[in-house]
């Protein structure tokens, strides 16, 4: 059993871990093995994604203090509370470099891999606390790499068939002279 200090002390550390961090994940476990979970922290670790089990309580204690949820005994506010629910064993994927999206996309590639087990409950993107269905829908976002690659791919297109097209006309030309 931990003293009060000793979860104020947990409860700073998520708090800094929150507030430095691009971006959030809440995720939701169950009947993931310890195996299983050293593979996932492990990918995480190298992908600039730190992964925190904490207790749901000093959760929404940290969350309260960064003023994302109302302090105990306030009203609360609509959408805020409800949208995140903090239900069964909960961690916490903080993104730590510069790719706004990877913490969620990961959480969700290893989701599907550990299909019924891992699960994103919501999140903190942009500053702000957000439900399940907009951390999914961030989750797809394809990391900025590709999503440079698909718009050289869009930009070359239209030169790419002009090319075509000259080349064509050239060909043409040349076979009409012999």
Same mark, same amino acid.
């Given at each position: 059993?931990?003293? !009060? /200090? @000793?979860?104020?002390?947990?409860?700073?550390?998520l708090g800094?871990? %929150? /507030?430095?961090?691009?971006?959030?994940?809440?995720?939701?476990?169950?009947?993931?093995?310890?195996?299983?979970?050293?593979? #996932?922290?492990?990918?995480?670790?190298?992908?600039?994604?730190?992964?925190?089990?904490?207790?749901?309580?000093?959760? !929404?204690?940290?969350?309260?203090?960064?003023?994302?949820?109302?302090?105990?005994?306030?009203? !609360? @506010?609509?959408?805020?509370?409800?949208?995140?629910?903090? /239900?069964?064993?909960?961690?916490?994927?903080?993104?730590?470099?510069?790719?706004?999206?990877?913490?969620? !996309?990961?959480?969700?590639?290893?989701?599907?891999?550990?299909?019924?087990?891992?699960?994103?409950?919501?999140? %903190?993107?942009?500053?702000?606390?957000?439900?399940?269905?907009? #951390?999914?829908?961030?989750?797809?976002?394809?990391? #900025? @790499?590709?999503?440079r690659g #698909?718009?050289?791919?869009?930009?070359?297109?239209?030169?790419?068939?002009?090319?075509?097209?000259?080349?064509?006309?050239?060909?043409?030309?040349?076979? @009409?002279?012999?």
């Amino acid at each position: 059993m931990k003293t !009060r /200090k @000793q979860k104020e002390e947990i409860v700073e550390k998520l708090g800094s871990t %929150l /507030k430095s961090g691009i971006s959030s994940v809440f995720v939701h476990f169950a009947d993931l093995s310890v195996a299983d979970e050293t593979v #996932m922290r492990r990918h995480l670790r190298s992908e600039n994604v730190s992964y925190v089990v904490a207790k749901k309580t000093l959760i !929404r204690r940290a969350l309260e203090n960064l003023g994302h949820l109302p302090a105990p005994g306030t009203a !609360r @506010q609509a959408g805020k509370h409800e949208d995140v629910p903090l /239900k069964g064993e909960v961690a916490i994927a903080t993104g730590i470099g510069d790719d706004a999206t990877g913490a969620a !996309r990961l959480v969700h590639e290893f989701g599907k891999k550990f299909a019924g087990k891992l699960s994103i409950i919501g999140g %903190l993107f942009e500053g702000r606390l957000i439900g399940q269905e907009e #951390m999914q829908e961030i989750a797809t976002i394809p990391s #900025m @790499q590709v999503l440079r690659g #698909m718009f050289a791919n869009v930009i070359h297109s239209p030169i790419q068939g002009l090319v075509i097209a000259l080349n064509s006309i050239a060909e043409n030309k040349s076979g @009409q002279q012999t």
